[in-house]
T-cell receptor, first 111, second 115 residues
């Protein structure tokens, strides 16, 4: 599965949009982009995933560039409860299971 | 059950003892994963079960670690002759098998402390 690169940490003001980037320049055609987050002392939580089209759900939006070499997770109105480590994961369509977590981005939402 | 359940939530054991950690996946989920997370570190893949297929054991760090799963139900992770470096949170996750396009649901983990 392709490797991802994320910034180590980011800050965001409460109520503003949080835009978390992820580079996956070696992604191949059958690989999906997944985002999870881990709030302190909890298990990871699925947020969203996509292949090439932009996706939106009740938690976030996922914007994937046309060449699919990078993506951005958008939390439209960040709250203090969104403070967490955010993981961007790329997984092939045939790699059932074995989500490979990197170091992620520590997002701190401040008042 | 409503989610993935892991037990015990906390376990303190003496170095050299064996421990068993249990995971109850969400009913109907055919895929089950174990991860380890050391303090301040990321998630380290250990093992993956999918239905009746041979498990992917590529992440098990040594032969002291083993895991079993009966059918599509409970899984146990066993660590023999525990060492202090085994201290970590052990996380279990399950997902429904619909190809790879599925989300994994994680339990709250078992915090293992080896003293």
């Amino acid at each position: 599965d392709a490797k991802t690169t994320q910034p180590t940490s980011m800050d965001c003001a409460e109520g503003r949009a949080a835009n978390l980037p992820c580079n996956h320049s070696t992604i191949s055609g059958n690989e999906y982009v997944y985002w999870y987050r881990q709030i302190h002392s909890q298990g990871p939580q699925y947020i969203i995933h996509g292949l090439k089209n932009n996706e939106t759900n009740e938690m976030a939006s996922l914007i994937i560039t046309e060449d699919r070499k990078s993506s951005t997770l958008i939390l439209p109105h960040a709250t203090l409860r969104d403070t967490a480590v955010y993981y961007c994961i790329v997984r092939a369509g045939t790699s059932y299971g074995k989500l490979t977590f990197g170091q992620g981005t520590i997002l701190t939402v401040h008042p | 059950g409503a989610g993935v359940s892991q037990s015990p939530s906390n376990k303190v054991t003496e170095k050299g003892k064996d421990v068993e950690l249990r995971c109850d996946p969400i009913s109907g989920h055919t895929a089950l994963y174990w991860y380890r997370q050391r303090l301040g570190q990321g998630l380290e893949f250990l093992i993956y079960f999918q239905g009746n297929s041979a498990p992917d054991k590529s992440g098990l760090p040594s032969d002291r670690f083993s895991a079993e799963r009966t059918g599509e139900s409970v899984s146990t992770l066993t660590i023999q002759r525990t060492q202090q470096e085994d201290s970590a949170v052990y996380l279990c996750a399950s997902s429904p098998y619909r190809g790879s396009n599925t989300e994994a649901f994680f339990g709250q983990g078992t915090r293992l402390t080896v003293v």
